[in-house]
């Protein structure tokens, strides 16, 4: 715990009481008050030490002329998984802050179940190469699902070795939100170390209701980003939850979930990403779009706002900022209007960080060292993909275009004189392997794909929810086993491979699922990539090439997925054989 | 820090999902969810182990009918002094539990004004033999002036003591709000200390507006309950206080303050006492009153509910209460109606305590010998009362009915050979003297007092704030001295002498500032007493005969007081002499 120093608080004291001079006074704006839902006219904001001191007429070493821009509260994300923009978090702060976001609540769910608490530290001393204020829930279901090798395990005993650190305010999202609710007993040891120490547990519980939820609830978990309906939020609301209201790159929950949010209801919700991608941010922004669709819906600007921040703030106990008043932080947005909540500056702690769309600092990134050179595959080469059937009737994992929910199909194939697969034109059968990546234990797990229209080559992808192994898909086995020795070779990320020779690749070198690279590059060569694929392999243009293959092997999402460990009937929660019963 | 009860956990859990029984279900109420401010009809509330389970349809080992009551969260008061009601901890709960309160945020100031922190450990052990939920604030301000003797002297060494005391949340009324907007260097101390202890600073700053409100606040002041304008409440409500609306036996500011409530900003209000007598409880009634008075001035019944539960649980870090939803304490009001909200049965973590305005158990109190026997007076007789004027043109203290603010007047006096004042029943001026109590300095403050109406013998008081020192009050020195002797002999309280003979007294043994008896002897005897000093004494009807002296020794309040230390100009801030200038 930080000592608290007297001599800062008494400079903020006399920069309040005006009997010393601030470091910066914003003049001529237009302050938002969102004790009150009131906007404060004629009155300068003076900072002192990265603090406000007060509001009312000051004189200041530097003077900001604001003119006549909104001056906001910074905007607070509350649930962000940095990892799926597949920039670190360096990099995830030059492009979030230009959009009015001073903080974000991040879950490194992903580098965690590659890196373990290795990556949990990783992505804390990056966060301290940002000006955008990072903290972070600890990942609390590592690994998701006991049907697929993770790169750690995290249980309450290492919970514990990190969770008093002052940048985690928590556990992420308890997505085992079954286990919650059965009360089990290793579940019950997460949700005691984080309440001895004082710290929040982030809810996920999609479509839970009634006693179920209760018991959610009664075990402590705290908010929820994870509603469909209406419904599903008032619940949640009456049962004491904050509920975040999500739109991200994927999941567009925040239209359907404002239509729950009343005047009396409304300091309960706050706004969240969950995942966003650079495309999403450098098209449509951060909090900023969600401030302008709230807008849109109908809901008054300054109780937007006061969802983005000083609801977050206090659903996060970060009593230190949430608003513009004398002692909190300096996180203010000076943004043009109350429509588009384009931000024209951006100070964090008192430090201007970003002005007209531009962060105004070098991306400077921490030791990465720890993150790199981990893929351990053991044994891999083509001869691990075939398959050994004995009966052409087999089950395919049955893509579902729009989403990751997938559907469980049959199909007669055509077998070799050893049983494997043979490829069919005019089947659009594929195989799918995952290959395990993180302990050589040499598991490759081998199924039959459905509907993603691949003709050519073969794709092989390292971001695989949640256990992050390597998922691959092609014709034939050749182009396969290149994809995923040249994914091994460049440290991991998404590859295209196409009659023996590589024809795209984006290599994610951070834990094979971030890039040291910017989001303008992700966005570029992510897009290259969506058309090399449709181009050169053929991949149907009503998929999503890359992110339709990072959920196949996410065994809690129906009907059928494949883990390096199998294929996995997510219906009966149990693994099968390729092989039709 | 308690360790969390994992065992317990599970029950909860269990309880909730419906595989154990609960072991409480009220059934048959309508449960007042105060995120949403609606109602819940037809569901059960599930209570286990102290704490709600769920709200739906649930079993249980005891059933309670609610027929067809509202059931509603506990209610908080956010700051109120026990000992201005003249009783004990004990005693306070088995007065305000019958009417709905289930948590108060005490600030224990008068008695550690005279014990110290003895005063404050006594007050914590007292609170353990309650039903009622006492929560303290360590007096921030001991003592309150430098221009008396009080029993104790709190300085920052000493408050890291005892800070960390759960039941302690921070640091009470900060009174010195001078002190606090000019950064003196032991307020900062004081200040730190809590701070970095991670608790609450409570505010009262009465009148302070523009840069120096917002040096308060930016010094991490938190609250106020001092405010008598819209305008003071609307100013701190912006700077991120919470504002207390006060409805006391002496200080009535709700009426006014609810004018400042608004759908937008209600959230950051909530309800206190400040000073509650028990008249005022056994009259009116305690935070029901409240809620009462917010109805009449048009705030929504459930948003009143809110303030004085959910608000004030926020306000105070108090996450495990303010609502009824799972997994929080089971402080559950039933009442009858939105209108007298009075209580039918009211529970305090799942207990049953009151039921149709009785308290279900005997008081019993924690050991009180730590508080008796204080009482160290040096050197008293009637000598100690000799005036030696030079001149017979006088100062005297104006009494000015209905307040405590006094006036600052002249006079010209009768004086015998040695300069002494002689009493005049044409004038209406006597004797007024403070004796020190608590540590035998032989100190005697003497002056002349003026509308008080006393006519026959003495009063003496050792309610006396803040030092609660003793104040007397006579027409001739015999029985001021014979009042002072035989307060002394009673260890504290009020007493009354005409002629050499007690003729009325009430003994406050604990402190020499509360009763070990009850609420309604307190009422009784104080009726009596003012009876006696109308009657007997011939004390003017026009003022109250005890509490008019209790402020007479505070030298904060205008204009002219007296200290054991003599004659305060509190216009000038220094001691004066009684001759005229």
Request: aromatic share 6%.
């Amino acid at each position: 715990m930080k000592s608290f120093d007297k001599d800062k608080l008494k400079r903020i004291i006399d920069a309040a009481a005006g009997r010393i001079p601030a470091d910066i006074v914003i003049k001529n704006s237009r302050i938002i008050d969102v004790y009150n839902c009131s906007i404060i006219d004629n009155k300068d904001i003076a900072i002192i030490d990265g603090v406000i001191a007060g509001i009312g007429e000051y004189d200041g070493k530097e003077v900001v002329d604001a003119n006549g821009a909104y001056a906001s509260p910074g905007f607070i994300d509350g649930h962000i998984h940095i990892e799926s923009s597949y920039v670190t978090p360096e990099e995830m702060g030059r492009l979030v802050t230009p959009h009015g976001t001073t903080t974000i609540i991040a879950d490194p769910h992903e580098i965690v179940n590659v890196a373990g608490l290795d990556g949990m530290k990783y992505m804390i001393d990056a966060a301290e190469h940002t000006k955008l204020d990072i903290k972070y829930m600890l990942p609390s279901c590592v690994p998701a699902t006991p049907f697929e090798h993770s790169g750690a395990v995290i249980n309450a005993d290492d919970m514990k070795k990190i969770i008093d650190n002052e940048h985690i305010l928590g556990l992420g999202e308890f997505m085992n939100f079954v286990g919650v609710a059965a009360g089990d007993d290793m579940v019950l040891d997460k949700l005691v170390t984080a309440k001895n120490a004082g710290k929040l547990i982030d809810g996920h519980s999609p479509g839970l209701s009634g006693k179920d939820l209760n018991a959610y609830i009664a075990a402590g978990i705290h908010d929820d980003h994870e509603c469909e309906t209406v419904e599903d939020a008032l619940n949640r609301v009456a049962g004491g939850m904050y509920v975040m209201l999500r739109e991200g790159s994927a999941c567009h929950n925040l239209r359907t979930l404002l239509k729950a949010v009343t005047n009396d209801n409304d300091r309960r919700f706050i706004l969240c990403s969950d995942d966003r991608q650079p495309k999403t941010i450098l098209e449509l922004g951060h909090l900023d779009n969600h401030l302008s669709i709230c807008v849109e819906e109908g809901i008054d600007a300054l109780h937007a706002i006061r969802m983005a921040s000083l609801n977050a703030a206090e659903c996060f106990g970060l009593n230190d900022r949430g608003a513009i008043a004398p002692g909190l932080r300096a996180d203010i947005v000076l943004i043009k209007d109350l429509k588009s909540f384009e931000a024209t500056q951006v100070y964090i702690g008192g430090e201007k960080v970003a002005e007209d769309g531009k962060y105004l600092f070098d991306v400077e990134r921490t030791d990465m060292s720890s993150m790199t050179g981990s893929f351990k595959v053991k044994n891999f080469s083509a001869d691990r993909l075939k398959l050994n059937l004995s009966s052409n009737k087999v089950k395919v994992i049955d893509i579902m275009p729009g989403g990751v929910v997938t559907g469980s199909g049959m199909a007669e194939i055509t077998l070799d004189d050893n049983g494997d697969f043979v490829y069919d034109s005019g089947q659009d059968i594929v195989k799918i392997a995952v290959v395990e990546r993180h302990h050589g234990t040499g598991d490759v797990g081998v199924g039959l794909l459905r509907g993603y229209g691949i003709k050519h080559g073969a794709i092989a992808v390292s971001i695989a929810h949640d256990s992050h192994n390597i998922i691959t898909v092609g014709t034939n086995d050749s182009d396969i086993e290149l994809a995923v020795n040249e994914l091994i070779r460049q440290q991991g990320g998404i590859i295209l491979v196409r009659d023996g020779r590589v024809i795209d690749s984006m290599p994610f070198i951070v834990g094979g699922i971030m890039t040291d690279k910017s989001g303008e590059w992700v966005n570029e060569h992510l897009s290259h990539i969506h058309e090399s694929a449709f181009s050169e392999l053929g991949i149907s243009g009503d998929v999503e090439p890359v992110m339709t293959l990072c959920f196949m092997s996410l065994p809690v999402i129906p009907s059928l997925k494949l883990t390096d460990m199998g294929l996995f009937d997510v219906d009966k929660f149990e693994f099968t054989s390729v092989e039709a019963d």
